[in-house]
């Protein structure tokens, strides 16, 4: 049930100019964003209105301080037409968790959910149905109150932007373990999904571009010991037959993805292990041909392979298998998702 959504309709939609079978991630819109105001100590009723500008103050506390937050969610359609998303309830409570630690006020359950609902209805000829595309849902709180006073601002947009996407990445991954920068810190944001976390990854992520690597894998800020997550994703790594990622913690984004896959790999009786994994412990599975896989996840990404990783002037390549976790897990989690097979988690959730 969506109730009552002020909904002002776009006079002319651009779905048209959209070439639906050459979609990149996340670089066209629909016709539509949800908006929503906290303005003098409450959040207004959310509104849907065209896709359209924002025009900010240039003292809007966004552009100096960095009060921002978002989440990455995805709408699928099955063969019928249906559309589902997947758990966005998690999605909602992460939200207000990254909003807690960035002092941005609570966003009601119903604002979010009602209003996501009603947008997905309105947009659903937007939803790509060609094999691995999907409906990129951008749901995002930022501080649209001014001052150049270092404190919370008094003001805040809710915005649900939506963009009809293709893969995040094309093909395998191959990754440079970090030994000198950090992407969080004990007691810091790491585990908000807060902007800030990835303009501080821009930088160390374009010199291992630079040195042919795609991504960074995260290490533990002490002493870069240990392997956290990667640029958008939580990582997984097979050692025998056993899969692991590591523990989360405040420096690594509770992944929905993550605790899916490792839902769905325990049904399917491999075991798993959510414990901290040394790069050391690493790089020696690769040489003794013990690291069969390794593997990204996340919203965005869904389950992608990595091809090898980089470590202190070294390449280590992983093996190419025809079995793999990574594509099991792939087309078992992609089939709940697009309605293909049973939910037996109650994950999926229609969109009628
Ligand atoms: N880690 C980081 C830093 C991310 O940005 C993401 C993407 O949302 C993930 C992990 C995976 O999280 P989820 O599976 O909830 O999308
Ligand atoms: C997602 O997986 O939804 C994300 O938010 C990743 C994003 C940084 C592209």
Not at 220 to 240: K, L, P, Q, T
Request: proline content about 5%; aromatic content about 12%.
């Amino acid at each position: 049930m969506v109730n009552n959504i002020a909904i002002e309709k776009a006079k002319t939609s651009k779905i048209h100019e959209v070439d639906f079978d050459n979609l990149s991630f996340g670089s066209v819109y629909t016709d539509h964003m949800l908006v929503c105001d906290y303005k003098n100590g409450e959040w207004e009723a959310p509104k849907i209105v065209p896709y359209q500008p924002i025009t900010l103050d240039p003292s809007a506390k966004i552009f100096h301080y960095g009060q921002s937050i978002f989440e990455g969610m995805k709408a699928y359609k099955d063969e019928d037409g249906k559309v589902f998303l997947f758990r966005p309830l998690e999605n909602f409570k992460r939200l207000n968790k990254s909003a807690e630690r960035l002092a941005i006020p609570q966003l009601p359950e119903s604002f979010f959910m009602d209003g996501l609902h009603a947008l997905i209805q309105l947009e659903s000829d937007w939803i790509p149905t060609n094999a691995g595309s999907s409906l990129y849902i951008r749901p995002f709180i930022f501080a649209s109150g001014n001052g150049f006073h270092a404190s919370p601002a008094n003001e805040y947009k809710f915005i649900i932007a939506c963009a009809p996407s293709g893969s995040y990445f094309s093909g395998k991954v191959k990754v440079l373990i970090e030994e000198t920068y950090s992407r969080a810190a004990n007691g810091g944001v790491g585990y908000a999904k807060a902007g800030g976390n990835y303009a501080g990854q821009f930088y160390p992520t374009k010199l291992a571009a630079d040195k042919g690597y795609q991504q960074v894998i995260w290490t533990d800020d002490n002493a870069h010991e240990y392997i956290e997550e990667a640029g958008a994703m939580n990582v997984f790594v097979r050692i025998n037959d056993t899969l692991m990622t590591a523990p989360t913690n405040d420096r690594i984004l509770d992944g929905i993805t993550r605790k899916s896959i490792l839902d769905i790999a325990k049904d399917e009786g491999i075991k798993t292990e959510v414990r901290k994994i040394s790069v050391h412990e690493l790089v020696e599975a690769a040489k003794n041909g013990s690291l069969k896989e390794m593997f990204g996840a996340g919203t965005a990404a869904v389950v992608s392979p990595i091809s090898g990783f980089g470590y202190h002037g070294e390449d280590y390549t992983l093996p190419e298998l025809t079995n793999s976790y990574a594509s099991m897990l792939k087309k078992r989690i992609t089939d709940i998702q697009y309605n293909r097979a049973e939910d037996k988690f109650g994950w999926r959730y229609p969109v009628q």
